[in-house]
């Protein structure tokens, strides 16, 4: 990806045990917004026999999410739907039109034998698109290559009367990119990668501090701003979301007096009675842990549980019965508030 490039590389073996390597490179031109380029190799490592590559535009798969951009893999009643379509031995093209904001597009796309012996054949429309499929040889040691240019033209919304002029504006976008060739595109777009990084880091490099790096540079990274509020926003509420209410009973033994003692004392029966709505292993590891003074290796050893079991037990307990208890000590102010 530094050098603008997007590559993968596969090794296919068929089920006679056959081997071919394959290797994909894509690009998308930053100074042509309109312009997908890619270029795709399939050498032969021990196979010999015919191949047929099959290229076409399908205008019928659903969109994909990608990430946790909301913008990308969105999908809306009606959407694109596919208009005309056509196909020959120079070049294949769909046009597409929205449901509702009449917004036209027209994918084209065009190819180029660069490496090995390979012959357009067939060239058709299909129910959900175009194909166009090149046909050839490999041995052992040989390969084939072909380069595919795929252009785009737009209208803004509302614009189906300009559909028209769409064809022509991507058939320009595929003649400029073939004139230039794929190595030519791939030199343009890390040269202008490379400007944008470094414009970017320009940005916020006379800065003092790191804070201020960051925000000088922001403009050259608007796009993600959103991302990263959301992200921020997302991190507080789920520390807010993670955050329970529980009561500090280390004191009580202190706290279980009589009814008759003084008001700011909690009456014995009524603790019980909240212990009540504990589970008896929670009650359990909460008589050992603030009655008994086990400590918590003490009361997994004496259950033979782990102690984070144990610590979940007791966490358990604390948050039921924080409401009980805190509700009490609001009632009188004469008592120190319990620790959260």
Not at 122 to 145: D, E, I, K, Y
């Amino acid at each position: 990806m530094r050098r603008g490039l997007f590559r993968r590389t596969l090794r296919w073996r068929s089920a006679s045990g056959q081997t071919l390597d394959i290797i994909a490179e894509r690009l998308a031109a930053m100074d042509e917004p309109g312009l997908l380029a890619m270029r795709y190799q399939v050498i032969s490592v021990d196979y010999q026999g015919p191949i047929t590559l099959e290229s076409s535009i399908d205008a019928g798969k659903a969109p994909v999410e990608q990430g946790d951009d909301p913008r990308i893999g969105a999908q809306i009643e009606g959407g694109l739907h596919l208009v005309a379509s056509h196909a020959d031995e120079r070049s294949a093209w769909v046009m597409q039109r929205t449901t509702h904001s009449d917004i036209s597009l027209v994918c084209a796309q065009r190819h180029r034998v660069i490496e090995g012996d390979l012959a357009i054949g067939a060239c058709m429309p299909t129910p959900r698109g175009v194909v166009q499929m090149f046909s050839g040889t490999l041995a052992p040691g040989q390969g084939v290559s072909i380069e595919k240019n795929v252009g785009y033209a737009w209208t803004a919304p509302g614009g189906g009367s300009a559909a028209v002029r769409l064809h022509a504006l991507a058939e320009a976008v595929l003649d400029r990119a073939g004139a230039m060739g794929f190595p030519a595109l791939l030199v343009q777009t890390s040269s202008v990668g490379l400007f944008l990084i470094l414009h970017a880091f320009a940005s916020g490099g006379a800065a003092m501090t790191g804070v201020e790096a960051i925000s000088n540079g922001v403009p050259a990274f608007r796009p993600v701003e959103w991302k990263n509020a959301r992200n921020t926003l997302c991190r507080h509420f789920g520390k807010q979301s993670r955050e329970v209410d529980t009561v500090d009973l280390a004191d009580v033994p202190d706290r279980l007096v009589k009814t008759s003692n003084k008001d700011a004392g909690m009456p014995a029966f009524e603790f019980y009675h909240w212990m009540a709505f504990l589970y008896s292993r929670e009650r359990e590891a909460l008589t050992l842990r603030f009655i008994e003074q086990w400590e918590y290796h003490e009361i997994a050893a004496a259950q033979s549980i782990p102690i984070g079991t144990v610590q979940w037990r007791v966490f358990s307990a604390k948050r039921k019965l924080a409401p009980h208890l805190k509700r009490v000590e609001r009632n009188d102010n004469s008592v120190t508030p319990i620790a959260a």
